[in-house]
């Protein structure tokens, strides 16, 4: 992967893996170690077309994987509420 800048605010990308969250049949499926350029400055990221291509077929599979994990999960409301 080559060095870009941001396309949003011209800062400097650093590659990283993430796990990033798909809807497959109405249900949330991660997606682990996503290859993404996030920016420095504004925190954008940034998928290369090969990696939003791979989400996309990742999204339209339809079987299910065999591995799962919990995940922790917060209500809006949780945030919402005036402290
Ligand atoms: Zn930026």
Do not use: H
């Not at 954008?44 to 995940?71: H, M, N, Q």
Request: charged share 25%; glycine share 6%; with cysteine.
């Amino acid at each position: 992967m080559k060095t870009f800048k941001c396309g949003q605010c011209g800062g400097e990308l650093e590659e990283r893996m993430i796990d990033y969250p798909i809807s497959q049949n109405g249900e949330v499926i991660i997606l682990e170690n996503v290859p993404v350029n996030i920016c420095r400055s504004c925190g954008e990221i940034w998928f290369s077309s090969e990696a939003l291509s791979v989400i996309d077929k990742a999204a339209s599979y339809t079987e299910k994987p065999k591995r799962t994990k919990p995940i922790f999960v917060w209500s809006y409301e949780e945030f919402a509420v005036a402290v």
